[in-house]
């Protein structure tokens, strides 16, 4: 059974940064995108970041480039969201998603979704 177990969230002031990480267990990826994405409450699921499994390519959301860098260690399955300069708006949910074999920014690709870490930033 593949399982996604993201960490890392909190409360954090405007201008600061939180790591979150992602652990994968059940089966090895290979070939596929994994993802972060987030949801504020009364909006929709949105893409923050991906990464190709090979960790040759980084994708992201024209609202994070420049604060956010994902990154992973494939030997190990695990994918982190290192986000800095965080603003309130980034205040959400965020996902853990793998699975994608292209459109990396839609999340109907995705086989497989954690449970969640909120993020929490004040202003």
């Known amino acids: 059974q593949v399982q996604l177990v993201e960490s890392g969230g909190g409360l954090v002031q405007a201008g600061g940064s939180l790591r979150l990480s992602c652990a994968a267990s059940g089966r090895t990826f290979s070939r596929v995108y994994m993802s972060w994405f987030r949801q504020a409450p009364g909006k929709e699921r949105e893409f923050v970041a991906a990464i190709w499994w090979s960790g040759s390519s980084t994708y992201y959301a024209d609202s994070v480039k420049g604060r956010f860098t994902i990154s992973g260690d494939m030997a190990k399955n695990m994918v982190y969201l290192q986000m800095n300069s965080l603003k309130p708006e980034d205040t959400a949910v965020y996902y853990c998603?793998?699975?994608?074999?292209?459109?990396?920014?839609?999340?109907?690709?995705?086989?497989?979704w954690g449970q969640g870490t909120q993020v929490t930033v004040s202003s």
């Open positions: 998603s793998a699975g994608a074999r292209s459109n990396y920014g839609y999340a109907a690709g995705y086989n497989y």
